[in-house]
């Protein structure tokens, strides 16, 4: 018998994200919570303890942070999750300090637009970006003046950083057509370009932070020279690179700490992460004690402390710091712990595939359904492409195991965390080269014993979902059931209809648009496979879903239709996902009832 509250209690229990804190009011910080059933905005004042509740939309807020002088929440308003909005701020403490913060448009003279970056200067100087049908526009934006634009061009661009003393901005731009590995420009604040970086094509840079130190033009940038991202510090200024090498396998991020001297990597390696201290002066990297797991954020205090969020695929989110403390604990009861993951190696056409394998309890008492192999398995996909499974906690994933289901999740070709060649082997074969990757773990899950193979369910939400529609027409034989969440059906449509930058990136995937290289959109789009179409499909969509659209969801759907082919629709009124948590649990258990009765287990 499954414990049917103990699956909706790992959604339902309040989560935090890692609090962000003014640089100026290191006790003003800012966060995301599920507290009240819904994300939303929350500021935390770390002296009075105080927490106030910033945001309050039917169907959440997801983005959110502090400027430098803590005296302002910013948020991005859209209107029910597609994406489309505008930044709005609140004061952080309220002028009456029972009544909530009212929010007003940030910049009132900037029209709704989907974002693109922004950076908080201490003066009140904010450098929005904003992407639009008439391309990518990075504003200055100086209180009681009119917004500036100092960047336009009709390809992906986005804020990358403003430095300490304001007189640089670092904008990401791909004016050289290809969104996914892009490049670098340092601007003044009249325009002027200081210097430009780019590795050339098919090796992207990225800024991840100014030094926090006044007249310190040094930019943290992530880069892929030698086929993983890693670290290096550029100096615009004075025309500088230095490369930051470190003798670990897997791929590397970083920030500053306070005072510029040192760095705190982010180490990413078979699905888990580490944190080390890298100092500037001695070149010497000093290991974070964390436990083994997934890191979902960690920054440094003033004092030289770490806070970081944490969890394993067994253990839910915590967040922490390097003295053993629990900086910030979410109210209500935790979230029951799930079962932990097992890794495993499968050989396929282009090199080792990692997966993660979750198995059923077999002792129902401790909350387990019983049950011995081959199991009834789920292949749950992830999206991105450009993400990967990891360790981490994840309510979905321990849902399917407390029903008595195995959980396959595959990190594909395509995939982050295994360097550039292995991300980027998709590009011109998108879709078909990933079900090649999957579909060699599901005959070593069959073949080990493991999965039953006339109970595999195909699922998977955004770009998975996408590769579920499409691995049930191109691999019919091998599924039994397929639950798609917000998923791209129809290519072209999807490409017609979805948000701006999302082209971009389709441009540099495919290497071109519909209208250029239609060969390859029908060729990687599911509705050209429909006809082969077999297994019992639900779809869940939303209606406001910039990303993945409903039209061209609806073209598939009909098509399913027209051929009497078995199959079911959920829409939600939100976009690309939902952020309300009784909203998340429907549609869980409507995607387990659906594999239940398709497979004779209800």
Known sequence: MVDDERWKARFRAARITLPRWARDVPSRSVYRSNATGTWEIYSWDRDTGARRQVTDRP?????????????????????????FGVWKRAPFVPADGNVPPASVPAVPELEPSYPSGLSLGRSGLAVIGRTTDAGN???????????????????????????????????????????????????????????????????????AGFAPVDGDARLLVTHERRGRDEILIWDPVAGTEREIVLDLPGDFGASWYPDGTALLISHNHEARDELYRYDLSEGTLTRVDTPRGVIGGADVRPDGTVEFSW???????????????????????????????????VDGPAGRIHALVSKPESDAGAGGTGGEAPYPTVFDIHGGPTAQDDDSFVPSAAAWVDHGFAVVRVNYRGSTGYGSEWRDAIEGRVGLTELEDIKAVRDWAVSSGLADPARLVLTGGSWGGFLTLLGIGTQPDDWSVAVAAVPVADYVAAYEDEMEGLQAFDRSLFGGSPSEVPDRYRESSPITYVEAVRAPVLILAGENDPRCPIRQIDNYLARLAELGRPHEMYRYDAGHGSLVVEERITQMAAEIGFARKHLGMS
């Open 59 to 83: 169907n959440g807020t997801w983005a959110g942070t502090i400027d430098p002088s803590g005296e302002w929440v910013w948020w991005f308003a859209d209107t029910d999750g597609d994406e």
């Open 137 to 207: 526009t990075i504003h200055l934006c100086r209180p009681a003046a009119s917004p500036q634009v100092l960047y336009h061009h009709a390809e992906d661009a986005h804020v990358a950083g403003l430095s300490r003393d304001e007189s640089l901005i670092a904008i990401g731009h791909s004016e050289h057509g290809d969104s996914r590995h892009m490049a670098l420009r340092v601007l003044r604040p009249d325009g002027s370009t200081v210097a430009d970086l780019w590795d050339g094509p098919g090796k992207g840079v990225y800024g």
């Open 311 to 345: 969890s394993s695929a067994a253990e839910p989110p915590v967040i922490r710091d390097t003295t053993g403390a629990v900086v910030l604990t979410p109210p209500g009861p935790a979230a029951p712990p799930s079962v932990p993951v097992e890794d495993v190696w």
